[in-house]
């Protein structure tokens, strides 16, 4: 085998009230990466296609580079690799786009070194490509669109990944507004403090949204959707958000929240048909408030990333 | 039908991670009520067994009156009611004393009644006795006691409980120290703010716990047995805790943690024989302490309060 090329799903992170340990993945878009042997012994990334000239081809930034060397770290190999990135995902959005890279470039580098690793095993080299993109080794893009579905990430030190079940006919809306918003000025309007009685209710509500996926009570995932502790800071650098989620709710959706930091939202839905009323609904709005949009829709990613291609 | 008396279980409230959200009912002790019609309209509590002479017999303060004065007025109507209370439950000991009774009555009254009220609806006249007996309407005793197995407050306004699902083979050590710790001050030294850093590892742990009940994983439950928002203020308040929880850990237990708001201890372990060890190793690290103390364990209780005599 001399080449693989692997695709990896976008992710929403944080899913509301499971702000920081949760992320699902969704089968709409995402990024693909070719991994070709060269007769070098280095990482080469060769080409970037979909990011507008953004992103860096040196391997010691780039994403894929840096995931895959921290793999071959780990097995004590040198060997040459060129790789070839497409990017499906817009950057910054608040999809898991830099996630998504690393992750397609783990998932083709292991097949084609024969599969030293589980899957699983791939996710310390993928939170180490997020500490490059992003500063923080966060694992909640990276982890859903590794695994697929719903995963929930328990504790970093060590770490530990859990992954949830996904009701039949859950559907995910993405709203992804044309507009910038840093990851450094979603963070830099939450809190360090919170009161004792906002985390209890932030505890109550991912509780009840574990347990509505467990038991496929849509009812229990549409109350259990709130946010107390992140949401409501970073709402003001959303314009229109709340306007947005009375519209979406209004259009049958269990619940909407913002992907990530943002700016791209999500929202939730029971079945097909719903989920395509909420991205009508987001059309119409969006178009009162007077931003441009991009709207996908599809079903939960179950299987996370996974290889179209080896030649 | 003139009498009916019914049992309610004794509660671990909080469980660790799940402070003020989780409860979940236990076998070993609980509370005992007959109620009788009697001749004249009013609620009379006659007499209370085993509490030392120390709780109110009048209506408007004794927690089973308080409870089945409420469901009266729900239905609208005036019956004479004889209330007779045994107390399986030490007083103040954080084993949900106060709930286990009103649910009790309520219970019994239901029956005698002819059971206009599910279960779970009377669960709102057992919070308004909460409220009287210790100034605050909380629900992770009388909910669990109620309807018994592990119990999920999600939200109080509307009231959303619950009833999660309990890995067979999982019992509970409760180690009750011969020492009085009032709640007031169990309260007072908990923090108003805590860091959002806190809040999410509590989540996490929560999430897990949810997640562990569902998979009737024992590792993963154990895992996530760790309050980090309000175990570290309350631990100073007893004596030897973490001398206690190590010892309690090697000999096997998932997890311990504060009951309510303590001083009894509760410890979680797979299987009879674990939880058996695990009681010998409590009484013996007790006596290294220098502290009296009861032990009881048992399988976790999943039906709640029930009738155990009708005439």
Excluded: W
């Amino acid at each position: 085998m001399r080449s693989v090329t692997a695709f990896a799903p976008a992710t929403v992170a944080n899913v509301s009230c499971g702000f920081d340990i949760l992320g699902f993945a969704i089968d709409a878009m995402g990024d693909t990466v070719e991994v070709v042997r060269s007769d070098s012994e280095k990482l080469r990334v060769v080409s970037i296609e979909g990011d507008g000239g953004k992103l860096p081809l040196e391997a010691d930034k780039n994403t894929c580079a840096v995931a895959i060397q921290a793999m071959l770290e780990a097995l004590q190999q040198k060997v040459g690799l060129d790789i070839y990135l497409k990017k499906g995902l817009p950057l910054g959005s608040g999809m898991g786009s830099s996630a998504a890279s690393a992750v397609a470039a783990l998932e083709a580098t292991n097949r084609l070194l024969g599969n030293p690793f589980e899957k699983k095993d791939l996710l310390p080299f993928a939170i180490a490509a997020e500490k490059v993109a992003c500063g923080a080794g966060h694992a909640d893009n990276v982890a859903p669109s590794l695994l697929g579905g719903f995963v929930l990430i328990r504790d970093y030190h060590p770490l530990d990944v859990i992954k949830l079940p996904v009701p039949e006919g859950l559907y995910c809306t993405l709203l992804h507004p044309h507009y910038e918003l840093k990851t450094a000025d979603s963070r830099s309007v939450l809190r360090d403090q919170i009161p004792m009685k906002h985390a209890t209710i932030q505890s109550g509500n991912v509780a009840g949204l574990i347990a509505g996926l467990y038991e496929s009570d849509f009812e229990l995932i549409s109350r259990s959707l709130r946010d107390v502790i992140a949401e409501p800071y970073r709402a003001v650098l959303l314009p229109g958000f709340y306007e947005v989620r009375e519209a979406l709710k209004a259009a049958g959706a269990l619940g909407m929240g913002i992907s990530g930091s943002g700016p791209t939202l999500f929202a939730l839905s029971q079945g097909k048909e719903t989920a395509q009323a909420v991205a009508k609904a987001a059309e119409k709005i969006f178009k009162t408030i007077g931003l441009d949009l991009d709207v996908y829709f599809s079903e939960i990613n179950t299987k996370g990333a996974y290889v179209i291609e080896e030649k």
